[in-house]
């Protein structure tokens, strides 16, 4: 079994930053499928881990760090996910995003087709890890930032 159903954790876990407008939350029954879908997709435990979505000039910045520095299987199972998103990511793979948050995620489509445009850096940090995402086209940098905003608002991000 991949994961537990934690249906509360990825809204209080996941948090990113931009405008007043990416602030706003989906319904809690939307989170609430979100979290139930994210539970299936992610290997690692929702409730023990954060989620931080934050657009960048060029791009953004998507950081997953255990909530205790020294859980070291959360941090490995952190390592693992995010290397092997960055791998289907960078093919145009976004399957694991649509199983959680639909087809038609706002976004999506220009990632999909402009992926091979993207580069994308996978980074460990002490907690977890990190994926960079940069383009130079202002179309896929829009892209990604509304594909980070519709992340923090299905998964009921606060701020950062």
């Keep these: 079994m991949r994961k537990r159903l934690i249906l509360l954790a990825l809204g209080a876990a996941c948090s990113?930053?931009?405008?007043?407008?990416d602030r706003s939350q989906a319904s809690p029954e939307r989170r609430a499928e979100v979290a139930a879908r994210g539970a299936q997709v992610m290997p690692f435990d929702l409730s023990k881990t954060r989620h931080v979505f934050e657009s960048q000039p060029d791009g953004g910045l998507q950081t997953v760090s255990a909530l205790a520095p020294t859980d070291s299987q959360q941090i490995r199972l952190i390592r693992e996910?995010?290397?092997?998103?960055?791998?289907?990511?960078?093919?145009?793979?976004?399957?694991?995003?649509?199983?959680?948050?639909?087809?038609?995620m706002p976004g999506l489509a220009e990632l999909r087709a402009g992926a091979s445009r993207i580069a994308l850096e996978y980074t460990e940090t002490?907690?977890?890890?990190?994926?960079?995402?940069?383009?130079?086209?202002?179309?896929?940098i829009e892209a990604l930032h509304r594909w980070f905003a519709a992340q923090r608002m299905d998964h009921g991000a606060a701020g950062s």
């Design 126 to 140: 002490a907690d977890g890890a990190r994926l960079r995402y940069r383009a130079t086209e202002a179309g896929l």
């Design 16 to 21: 990113g930053s931009g405008t007043d407008r």
């Design 81 to 104: 996910h995010l290397r092997t998103e960055r791998d289907r990511f960078s093919r145009g793979d976004f399957d694991d995003p649509m199983a959680i948050h639909g087809h038609a």
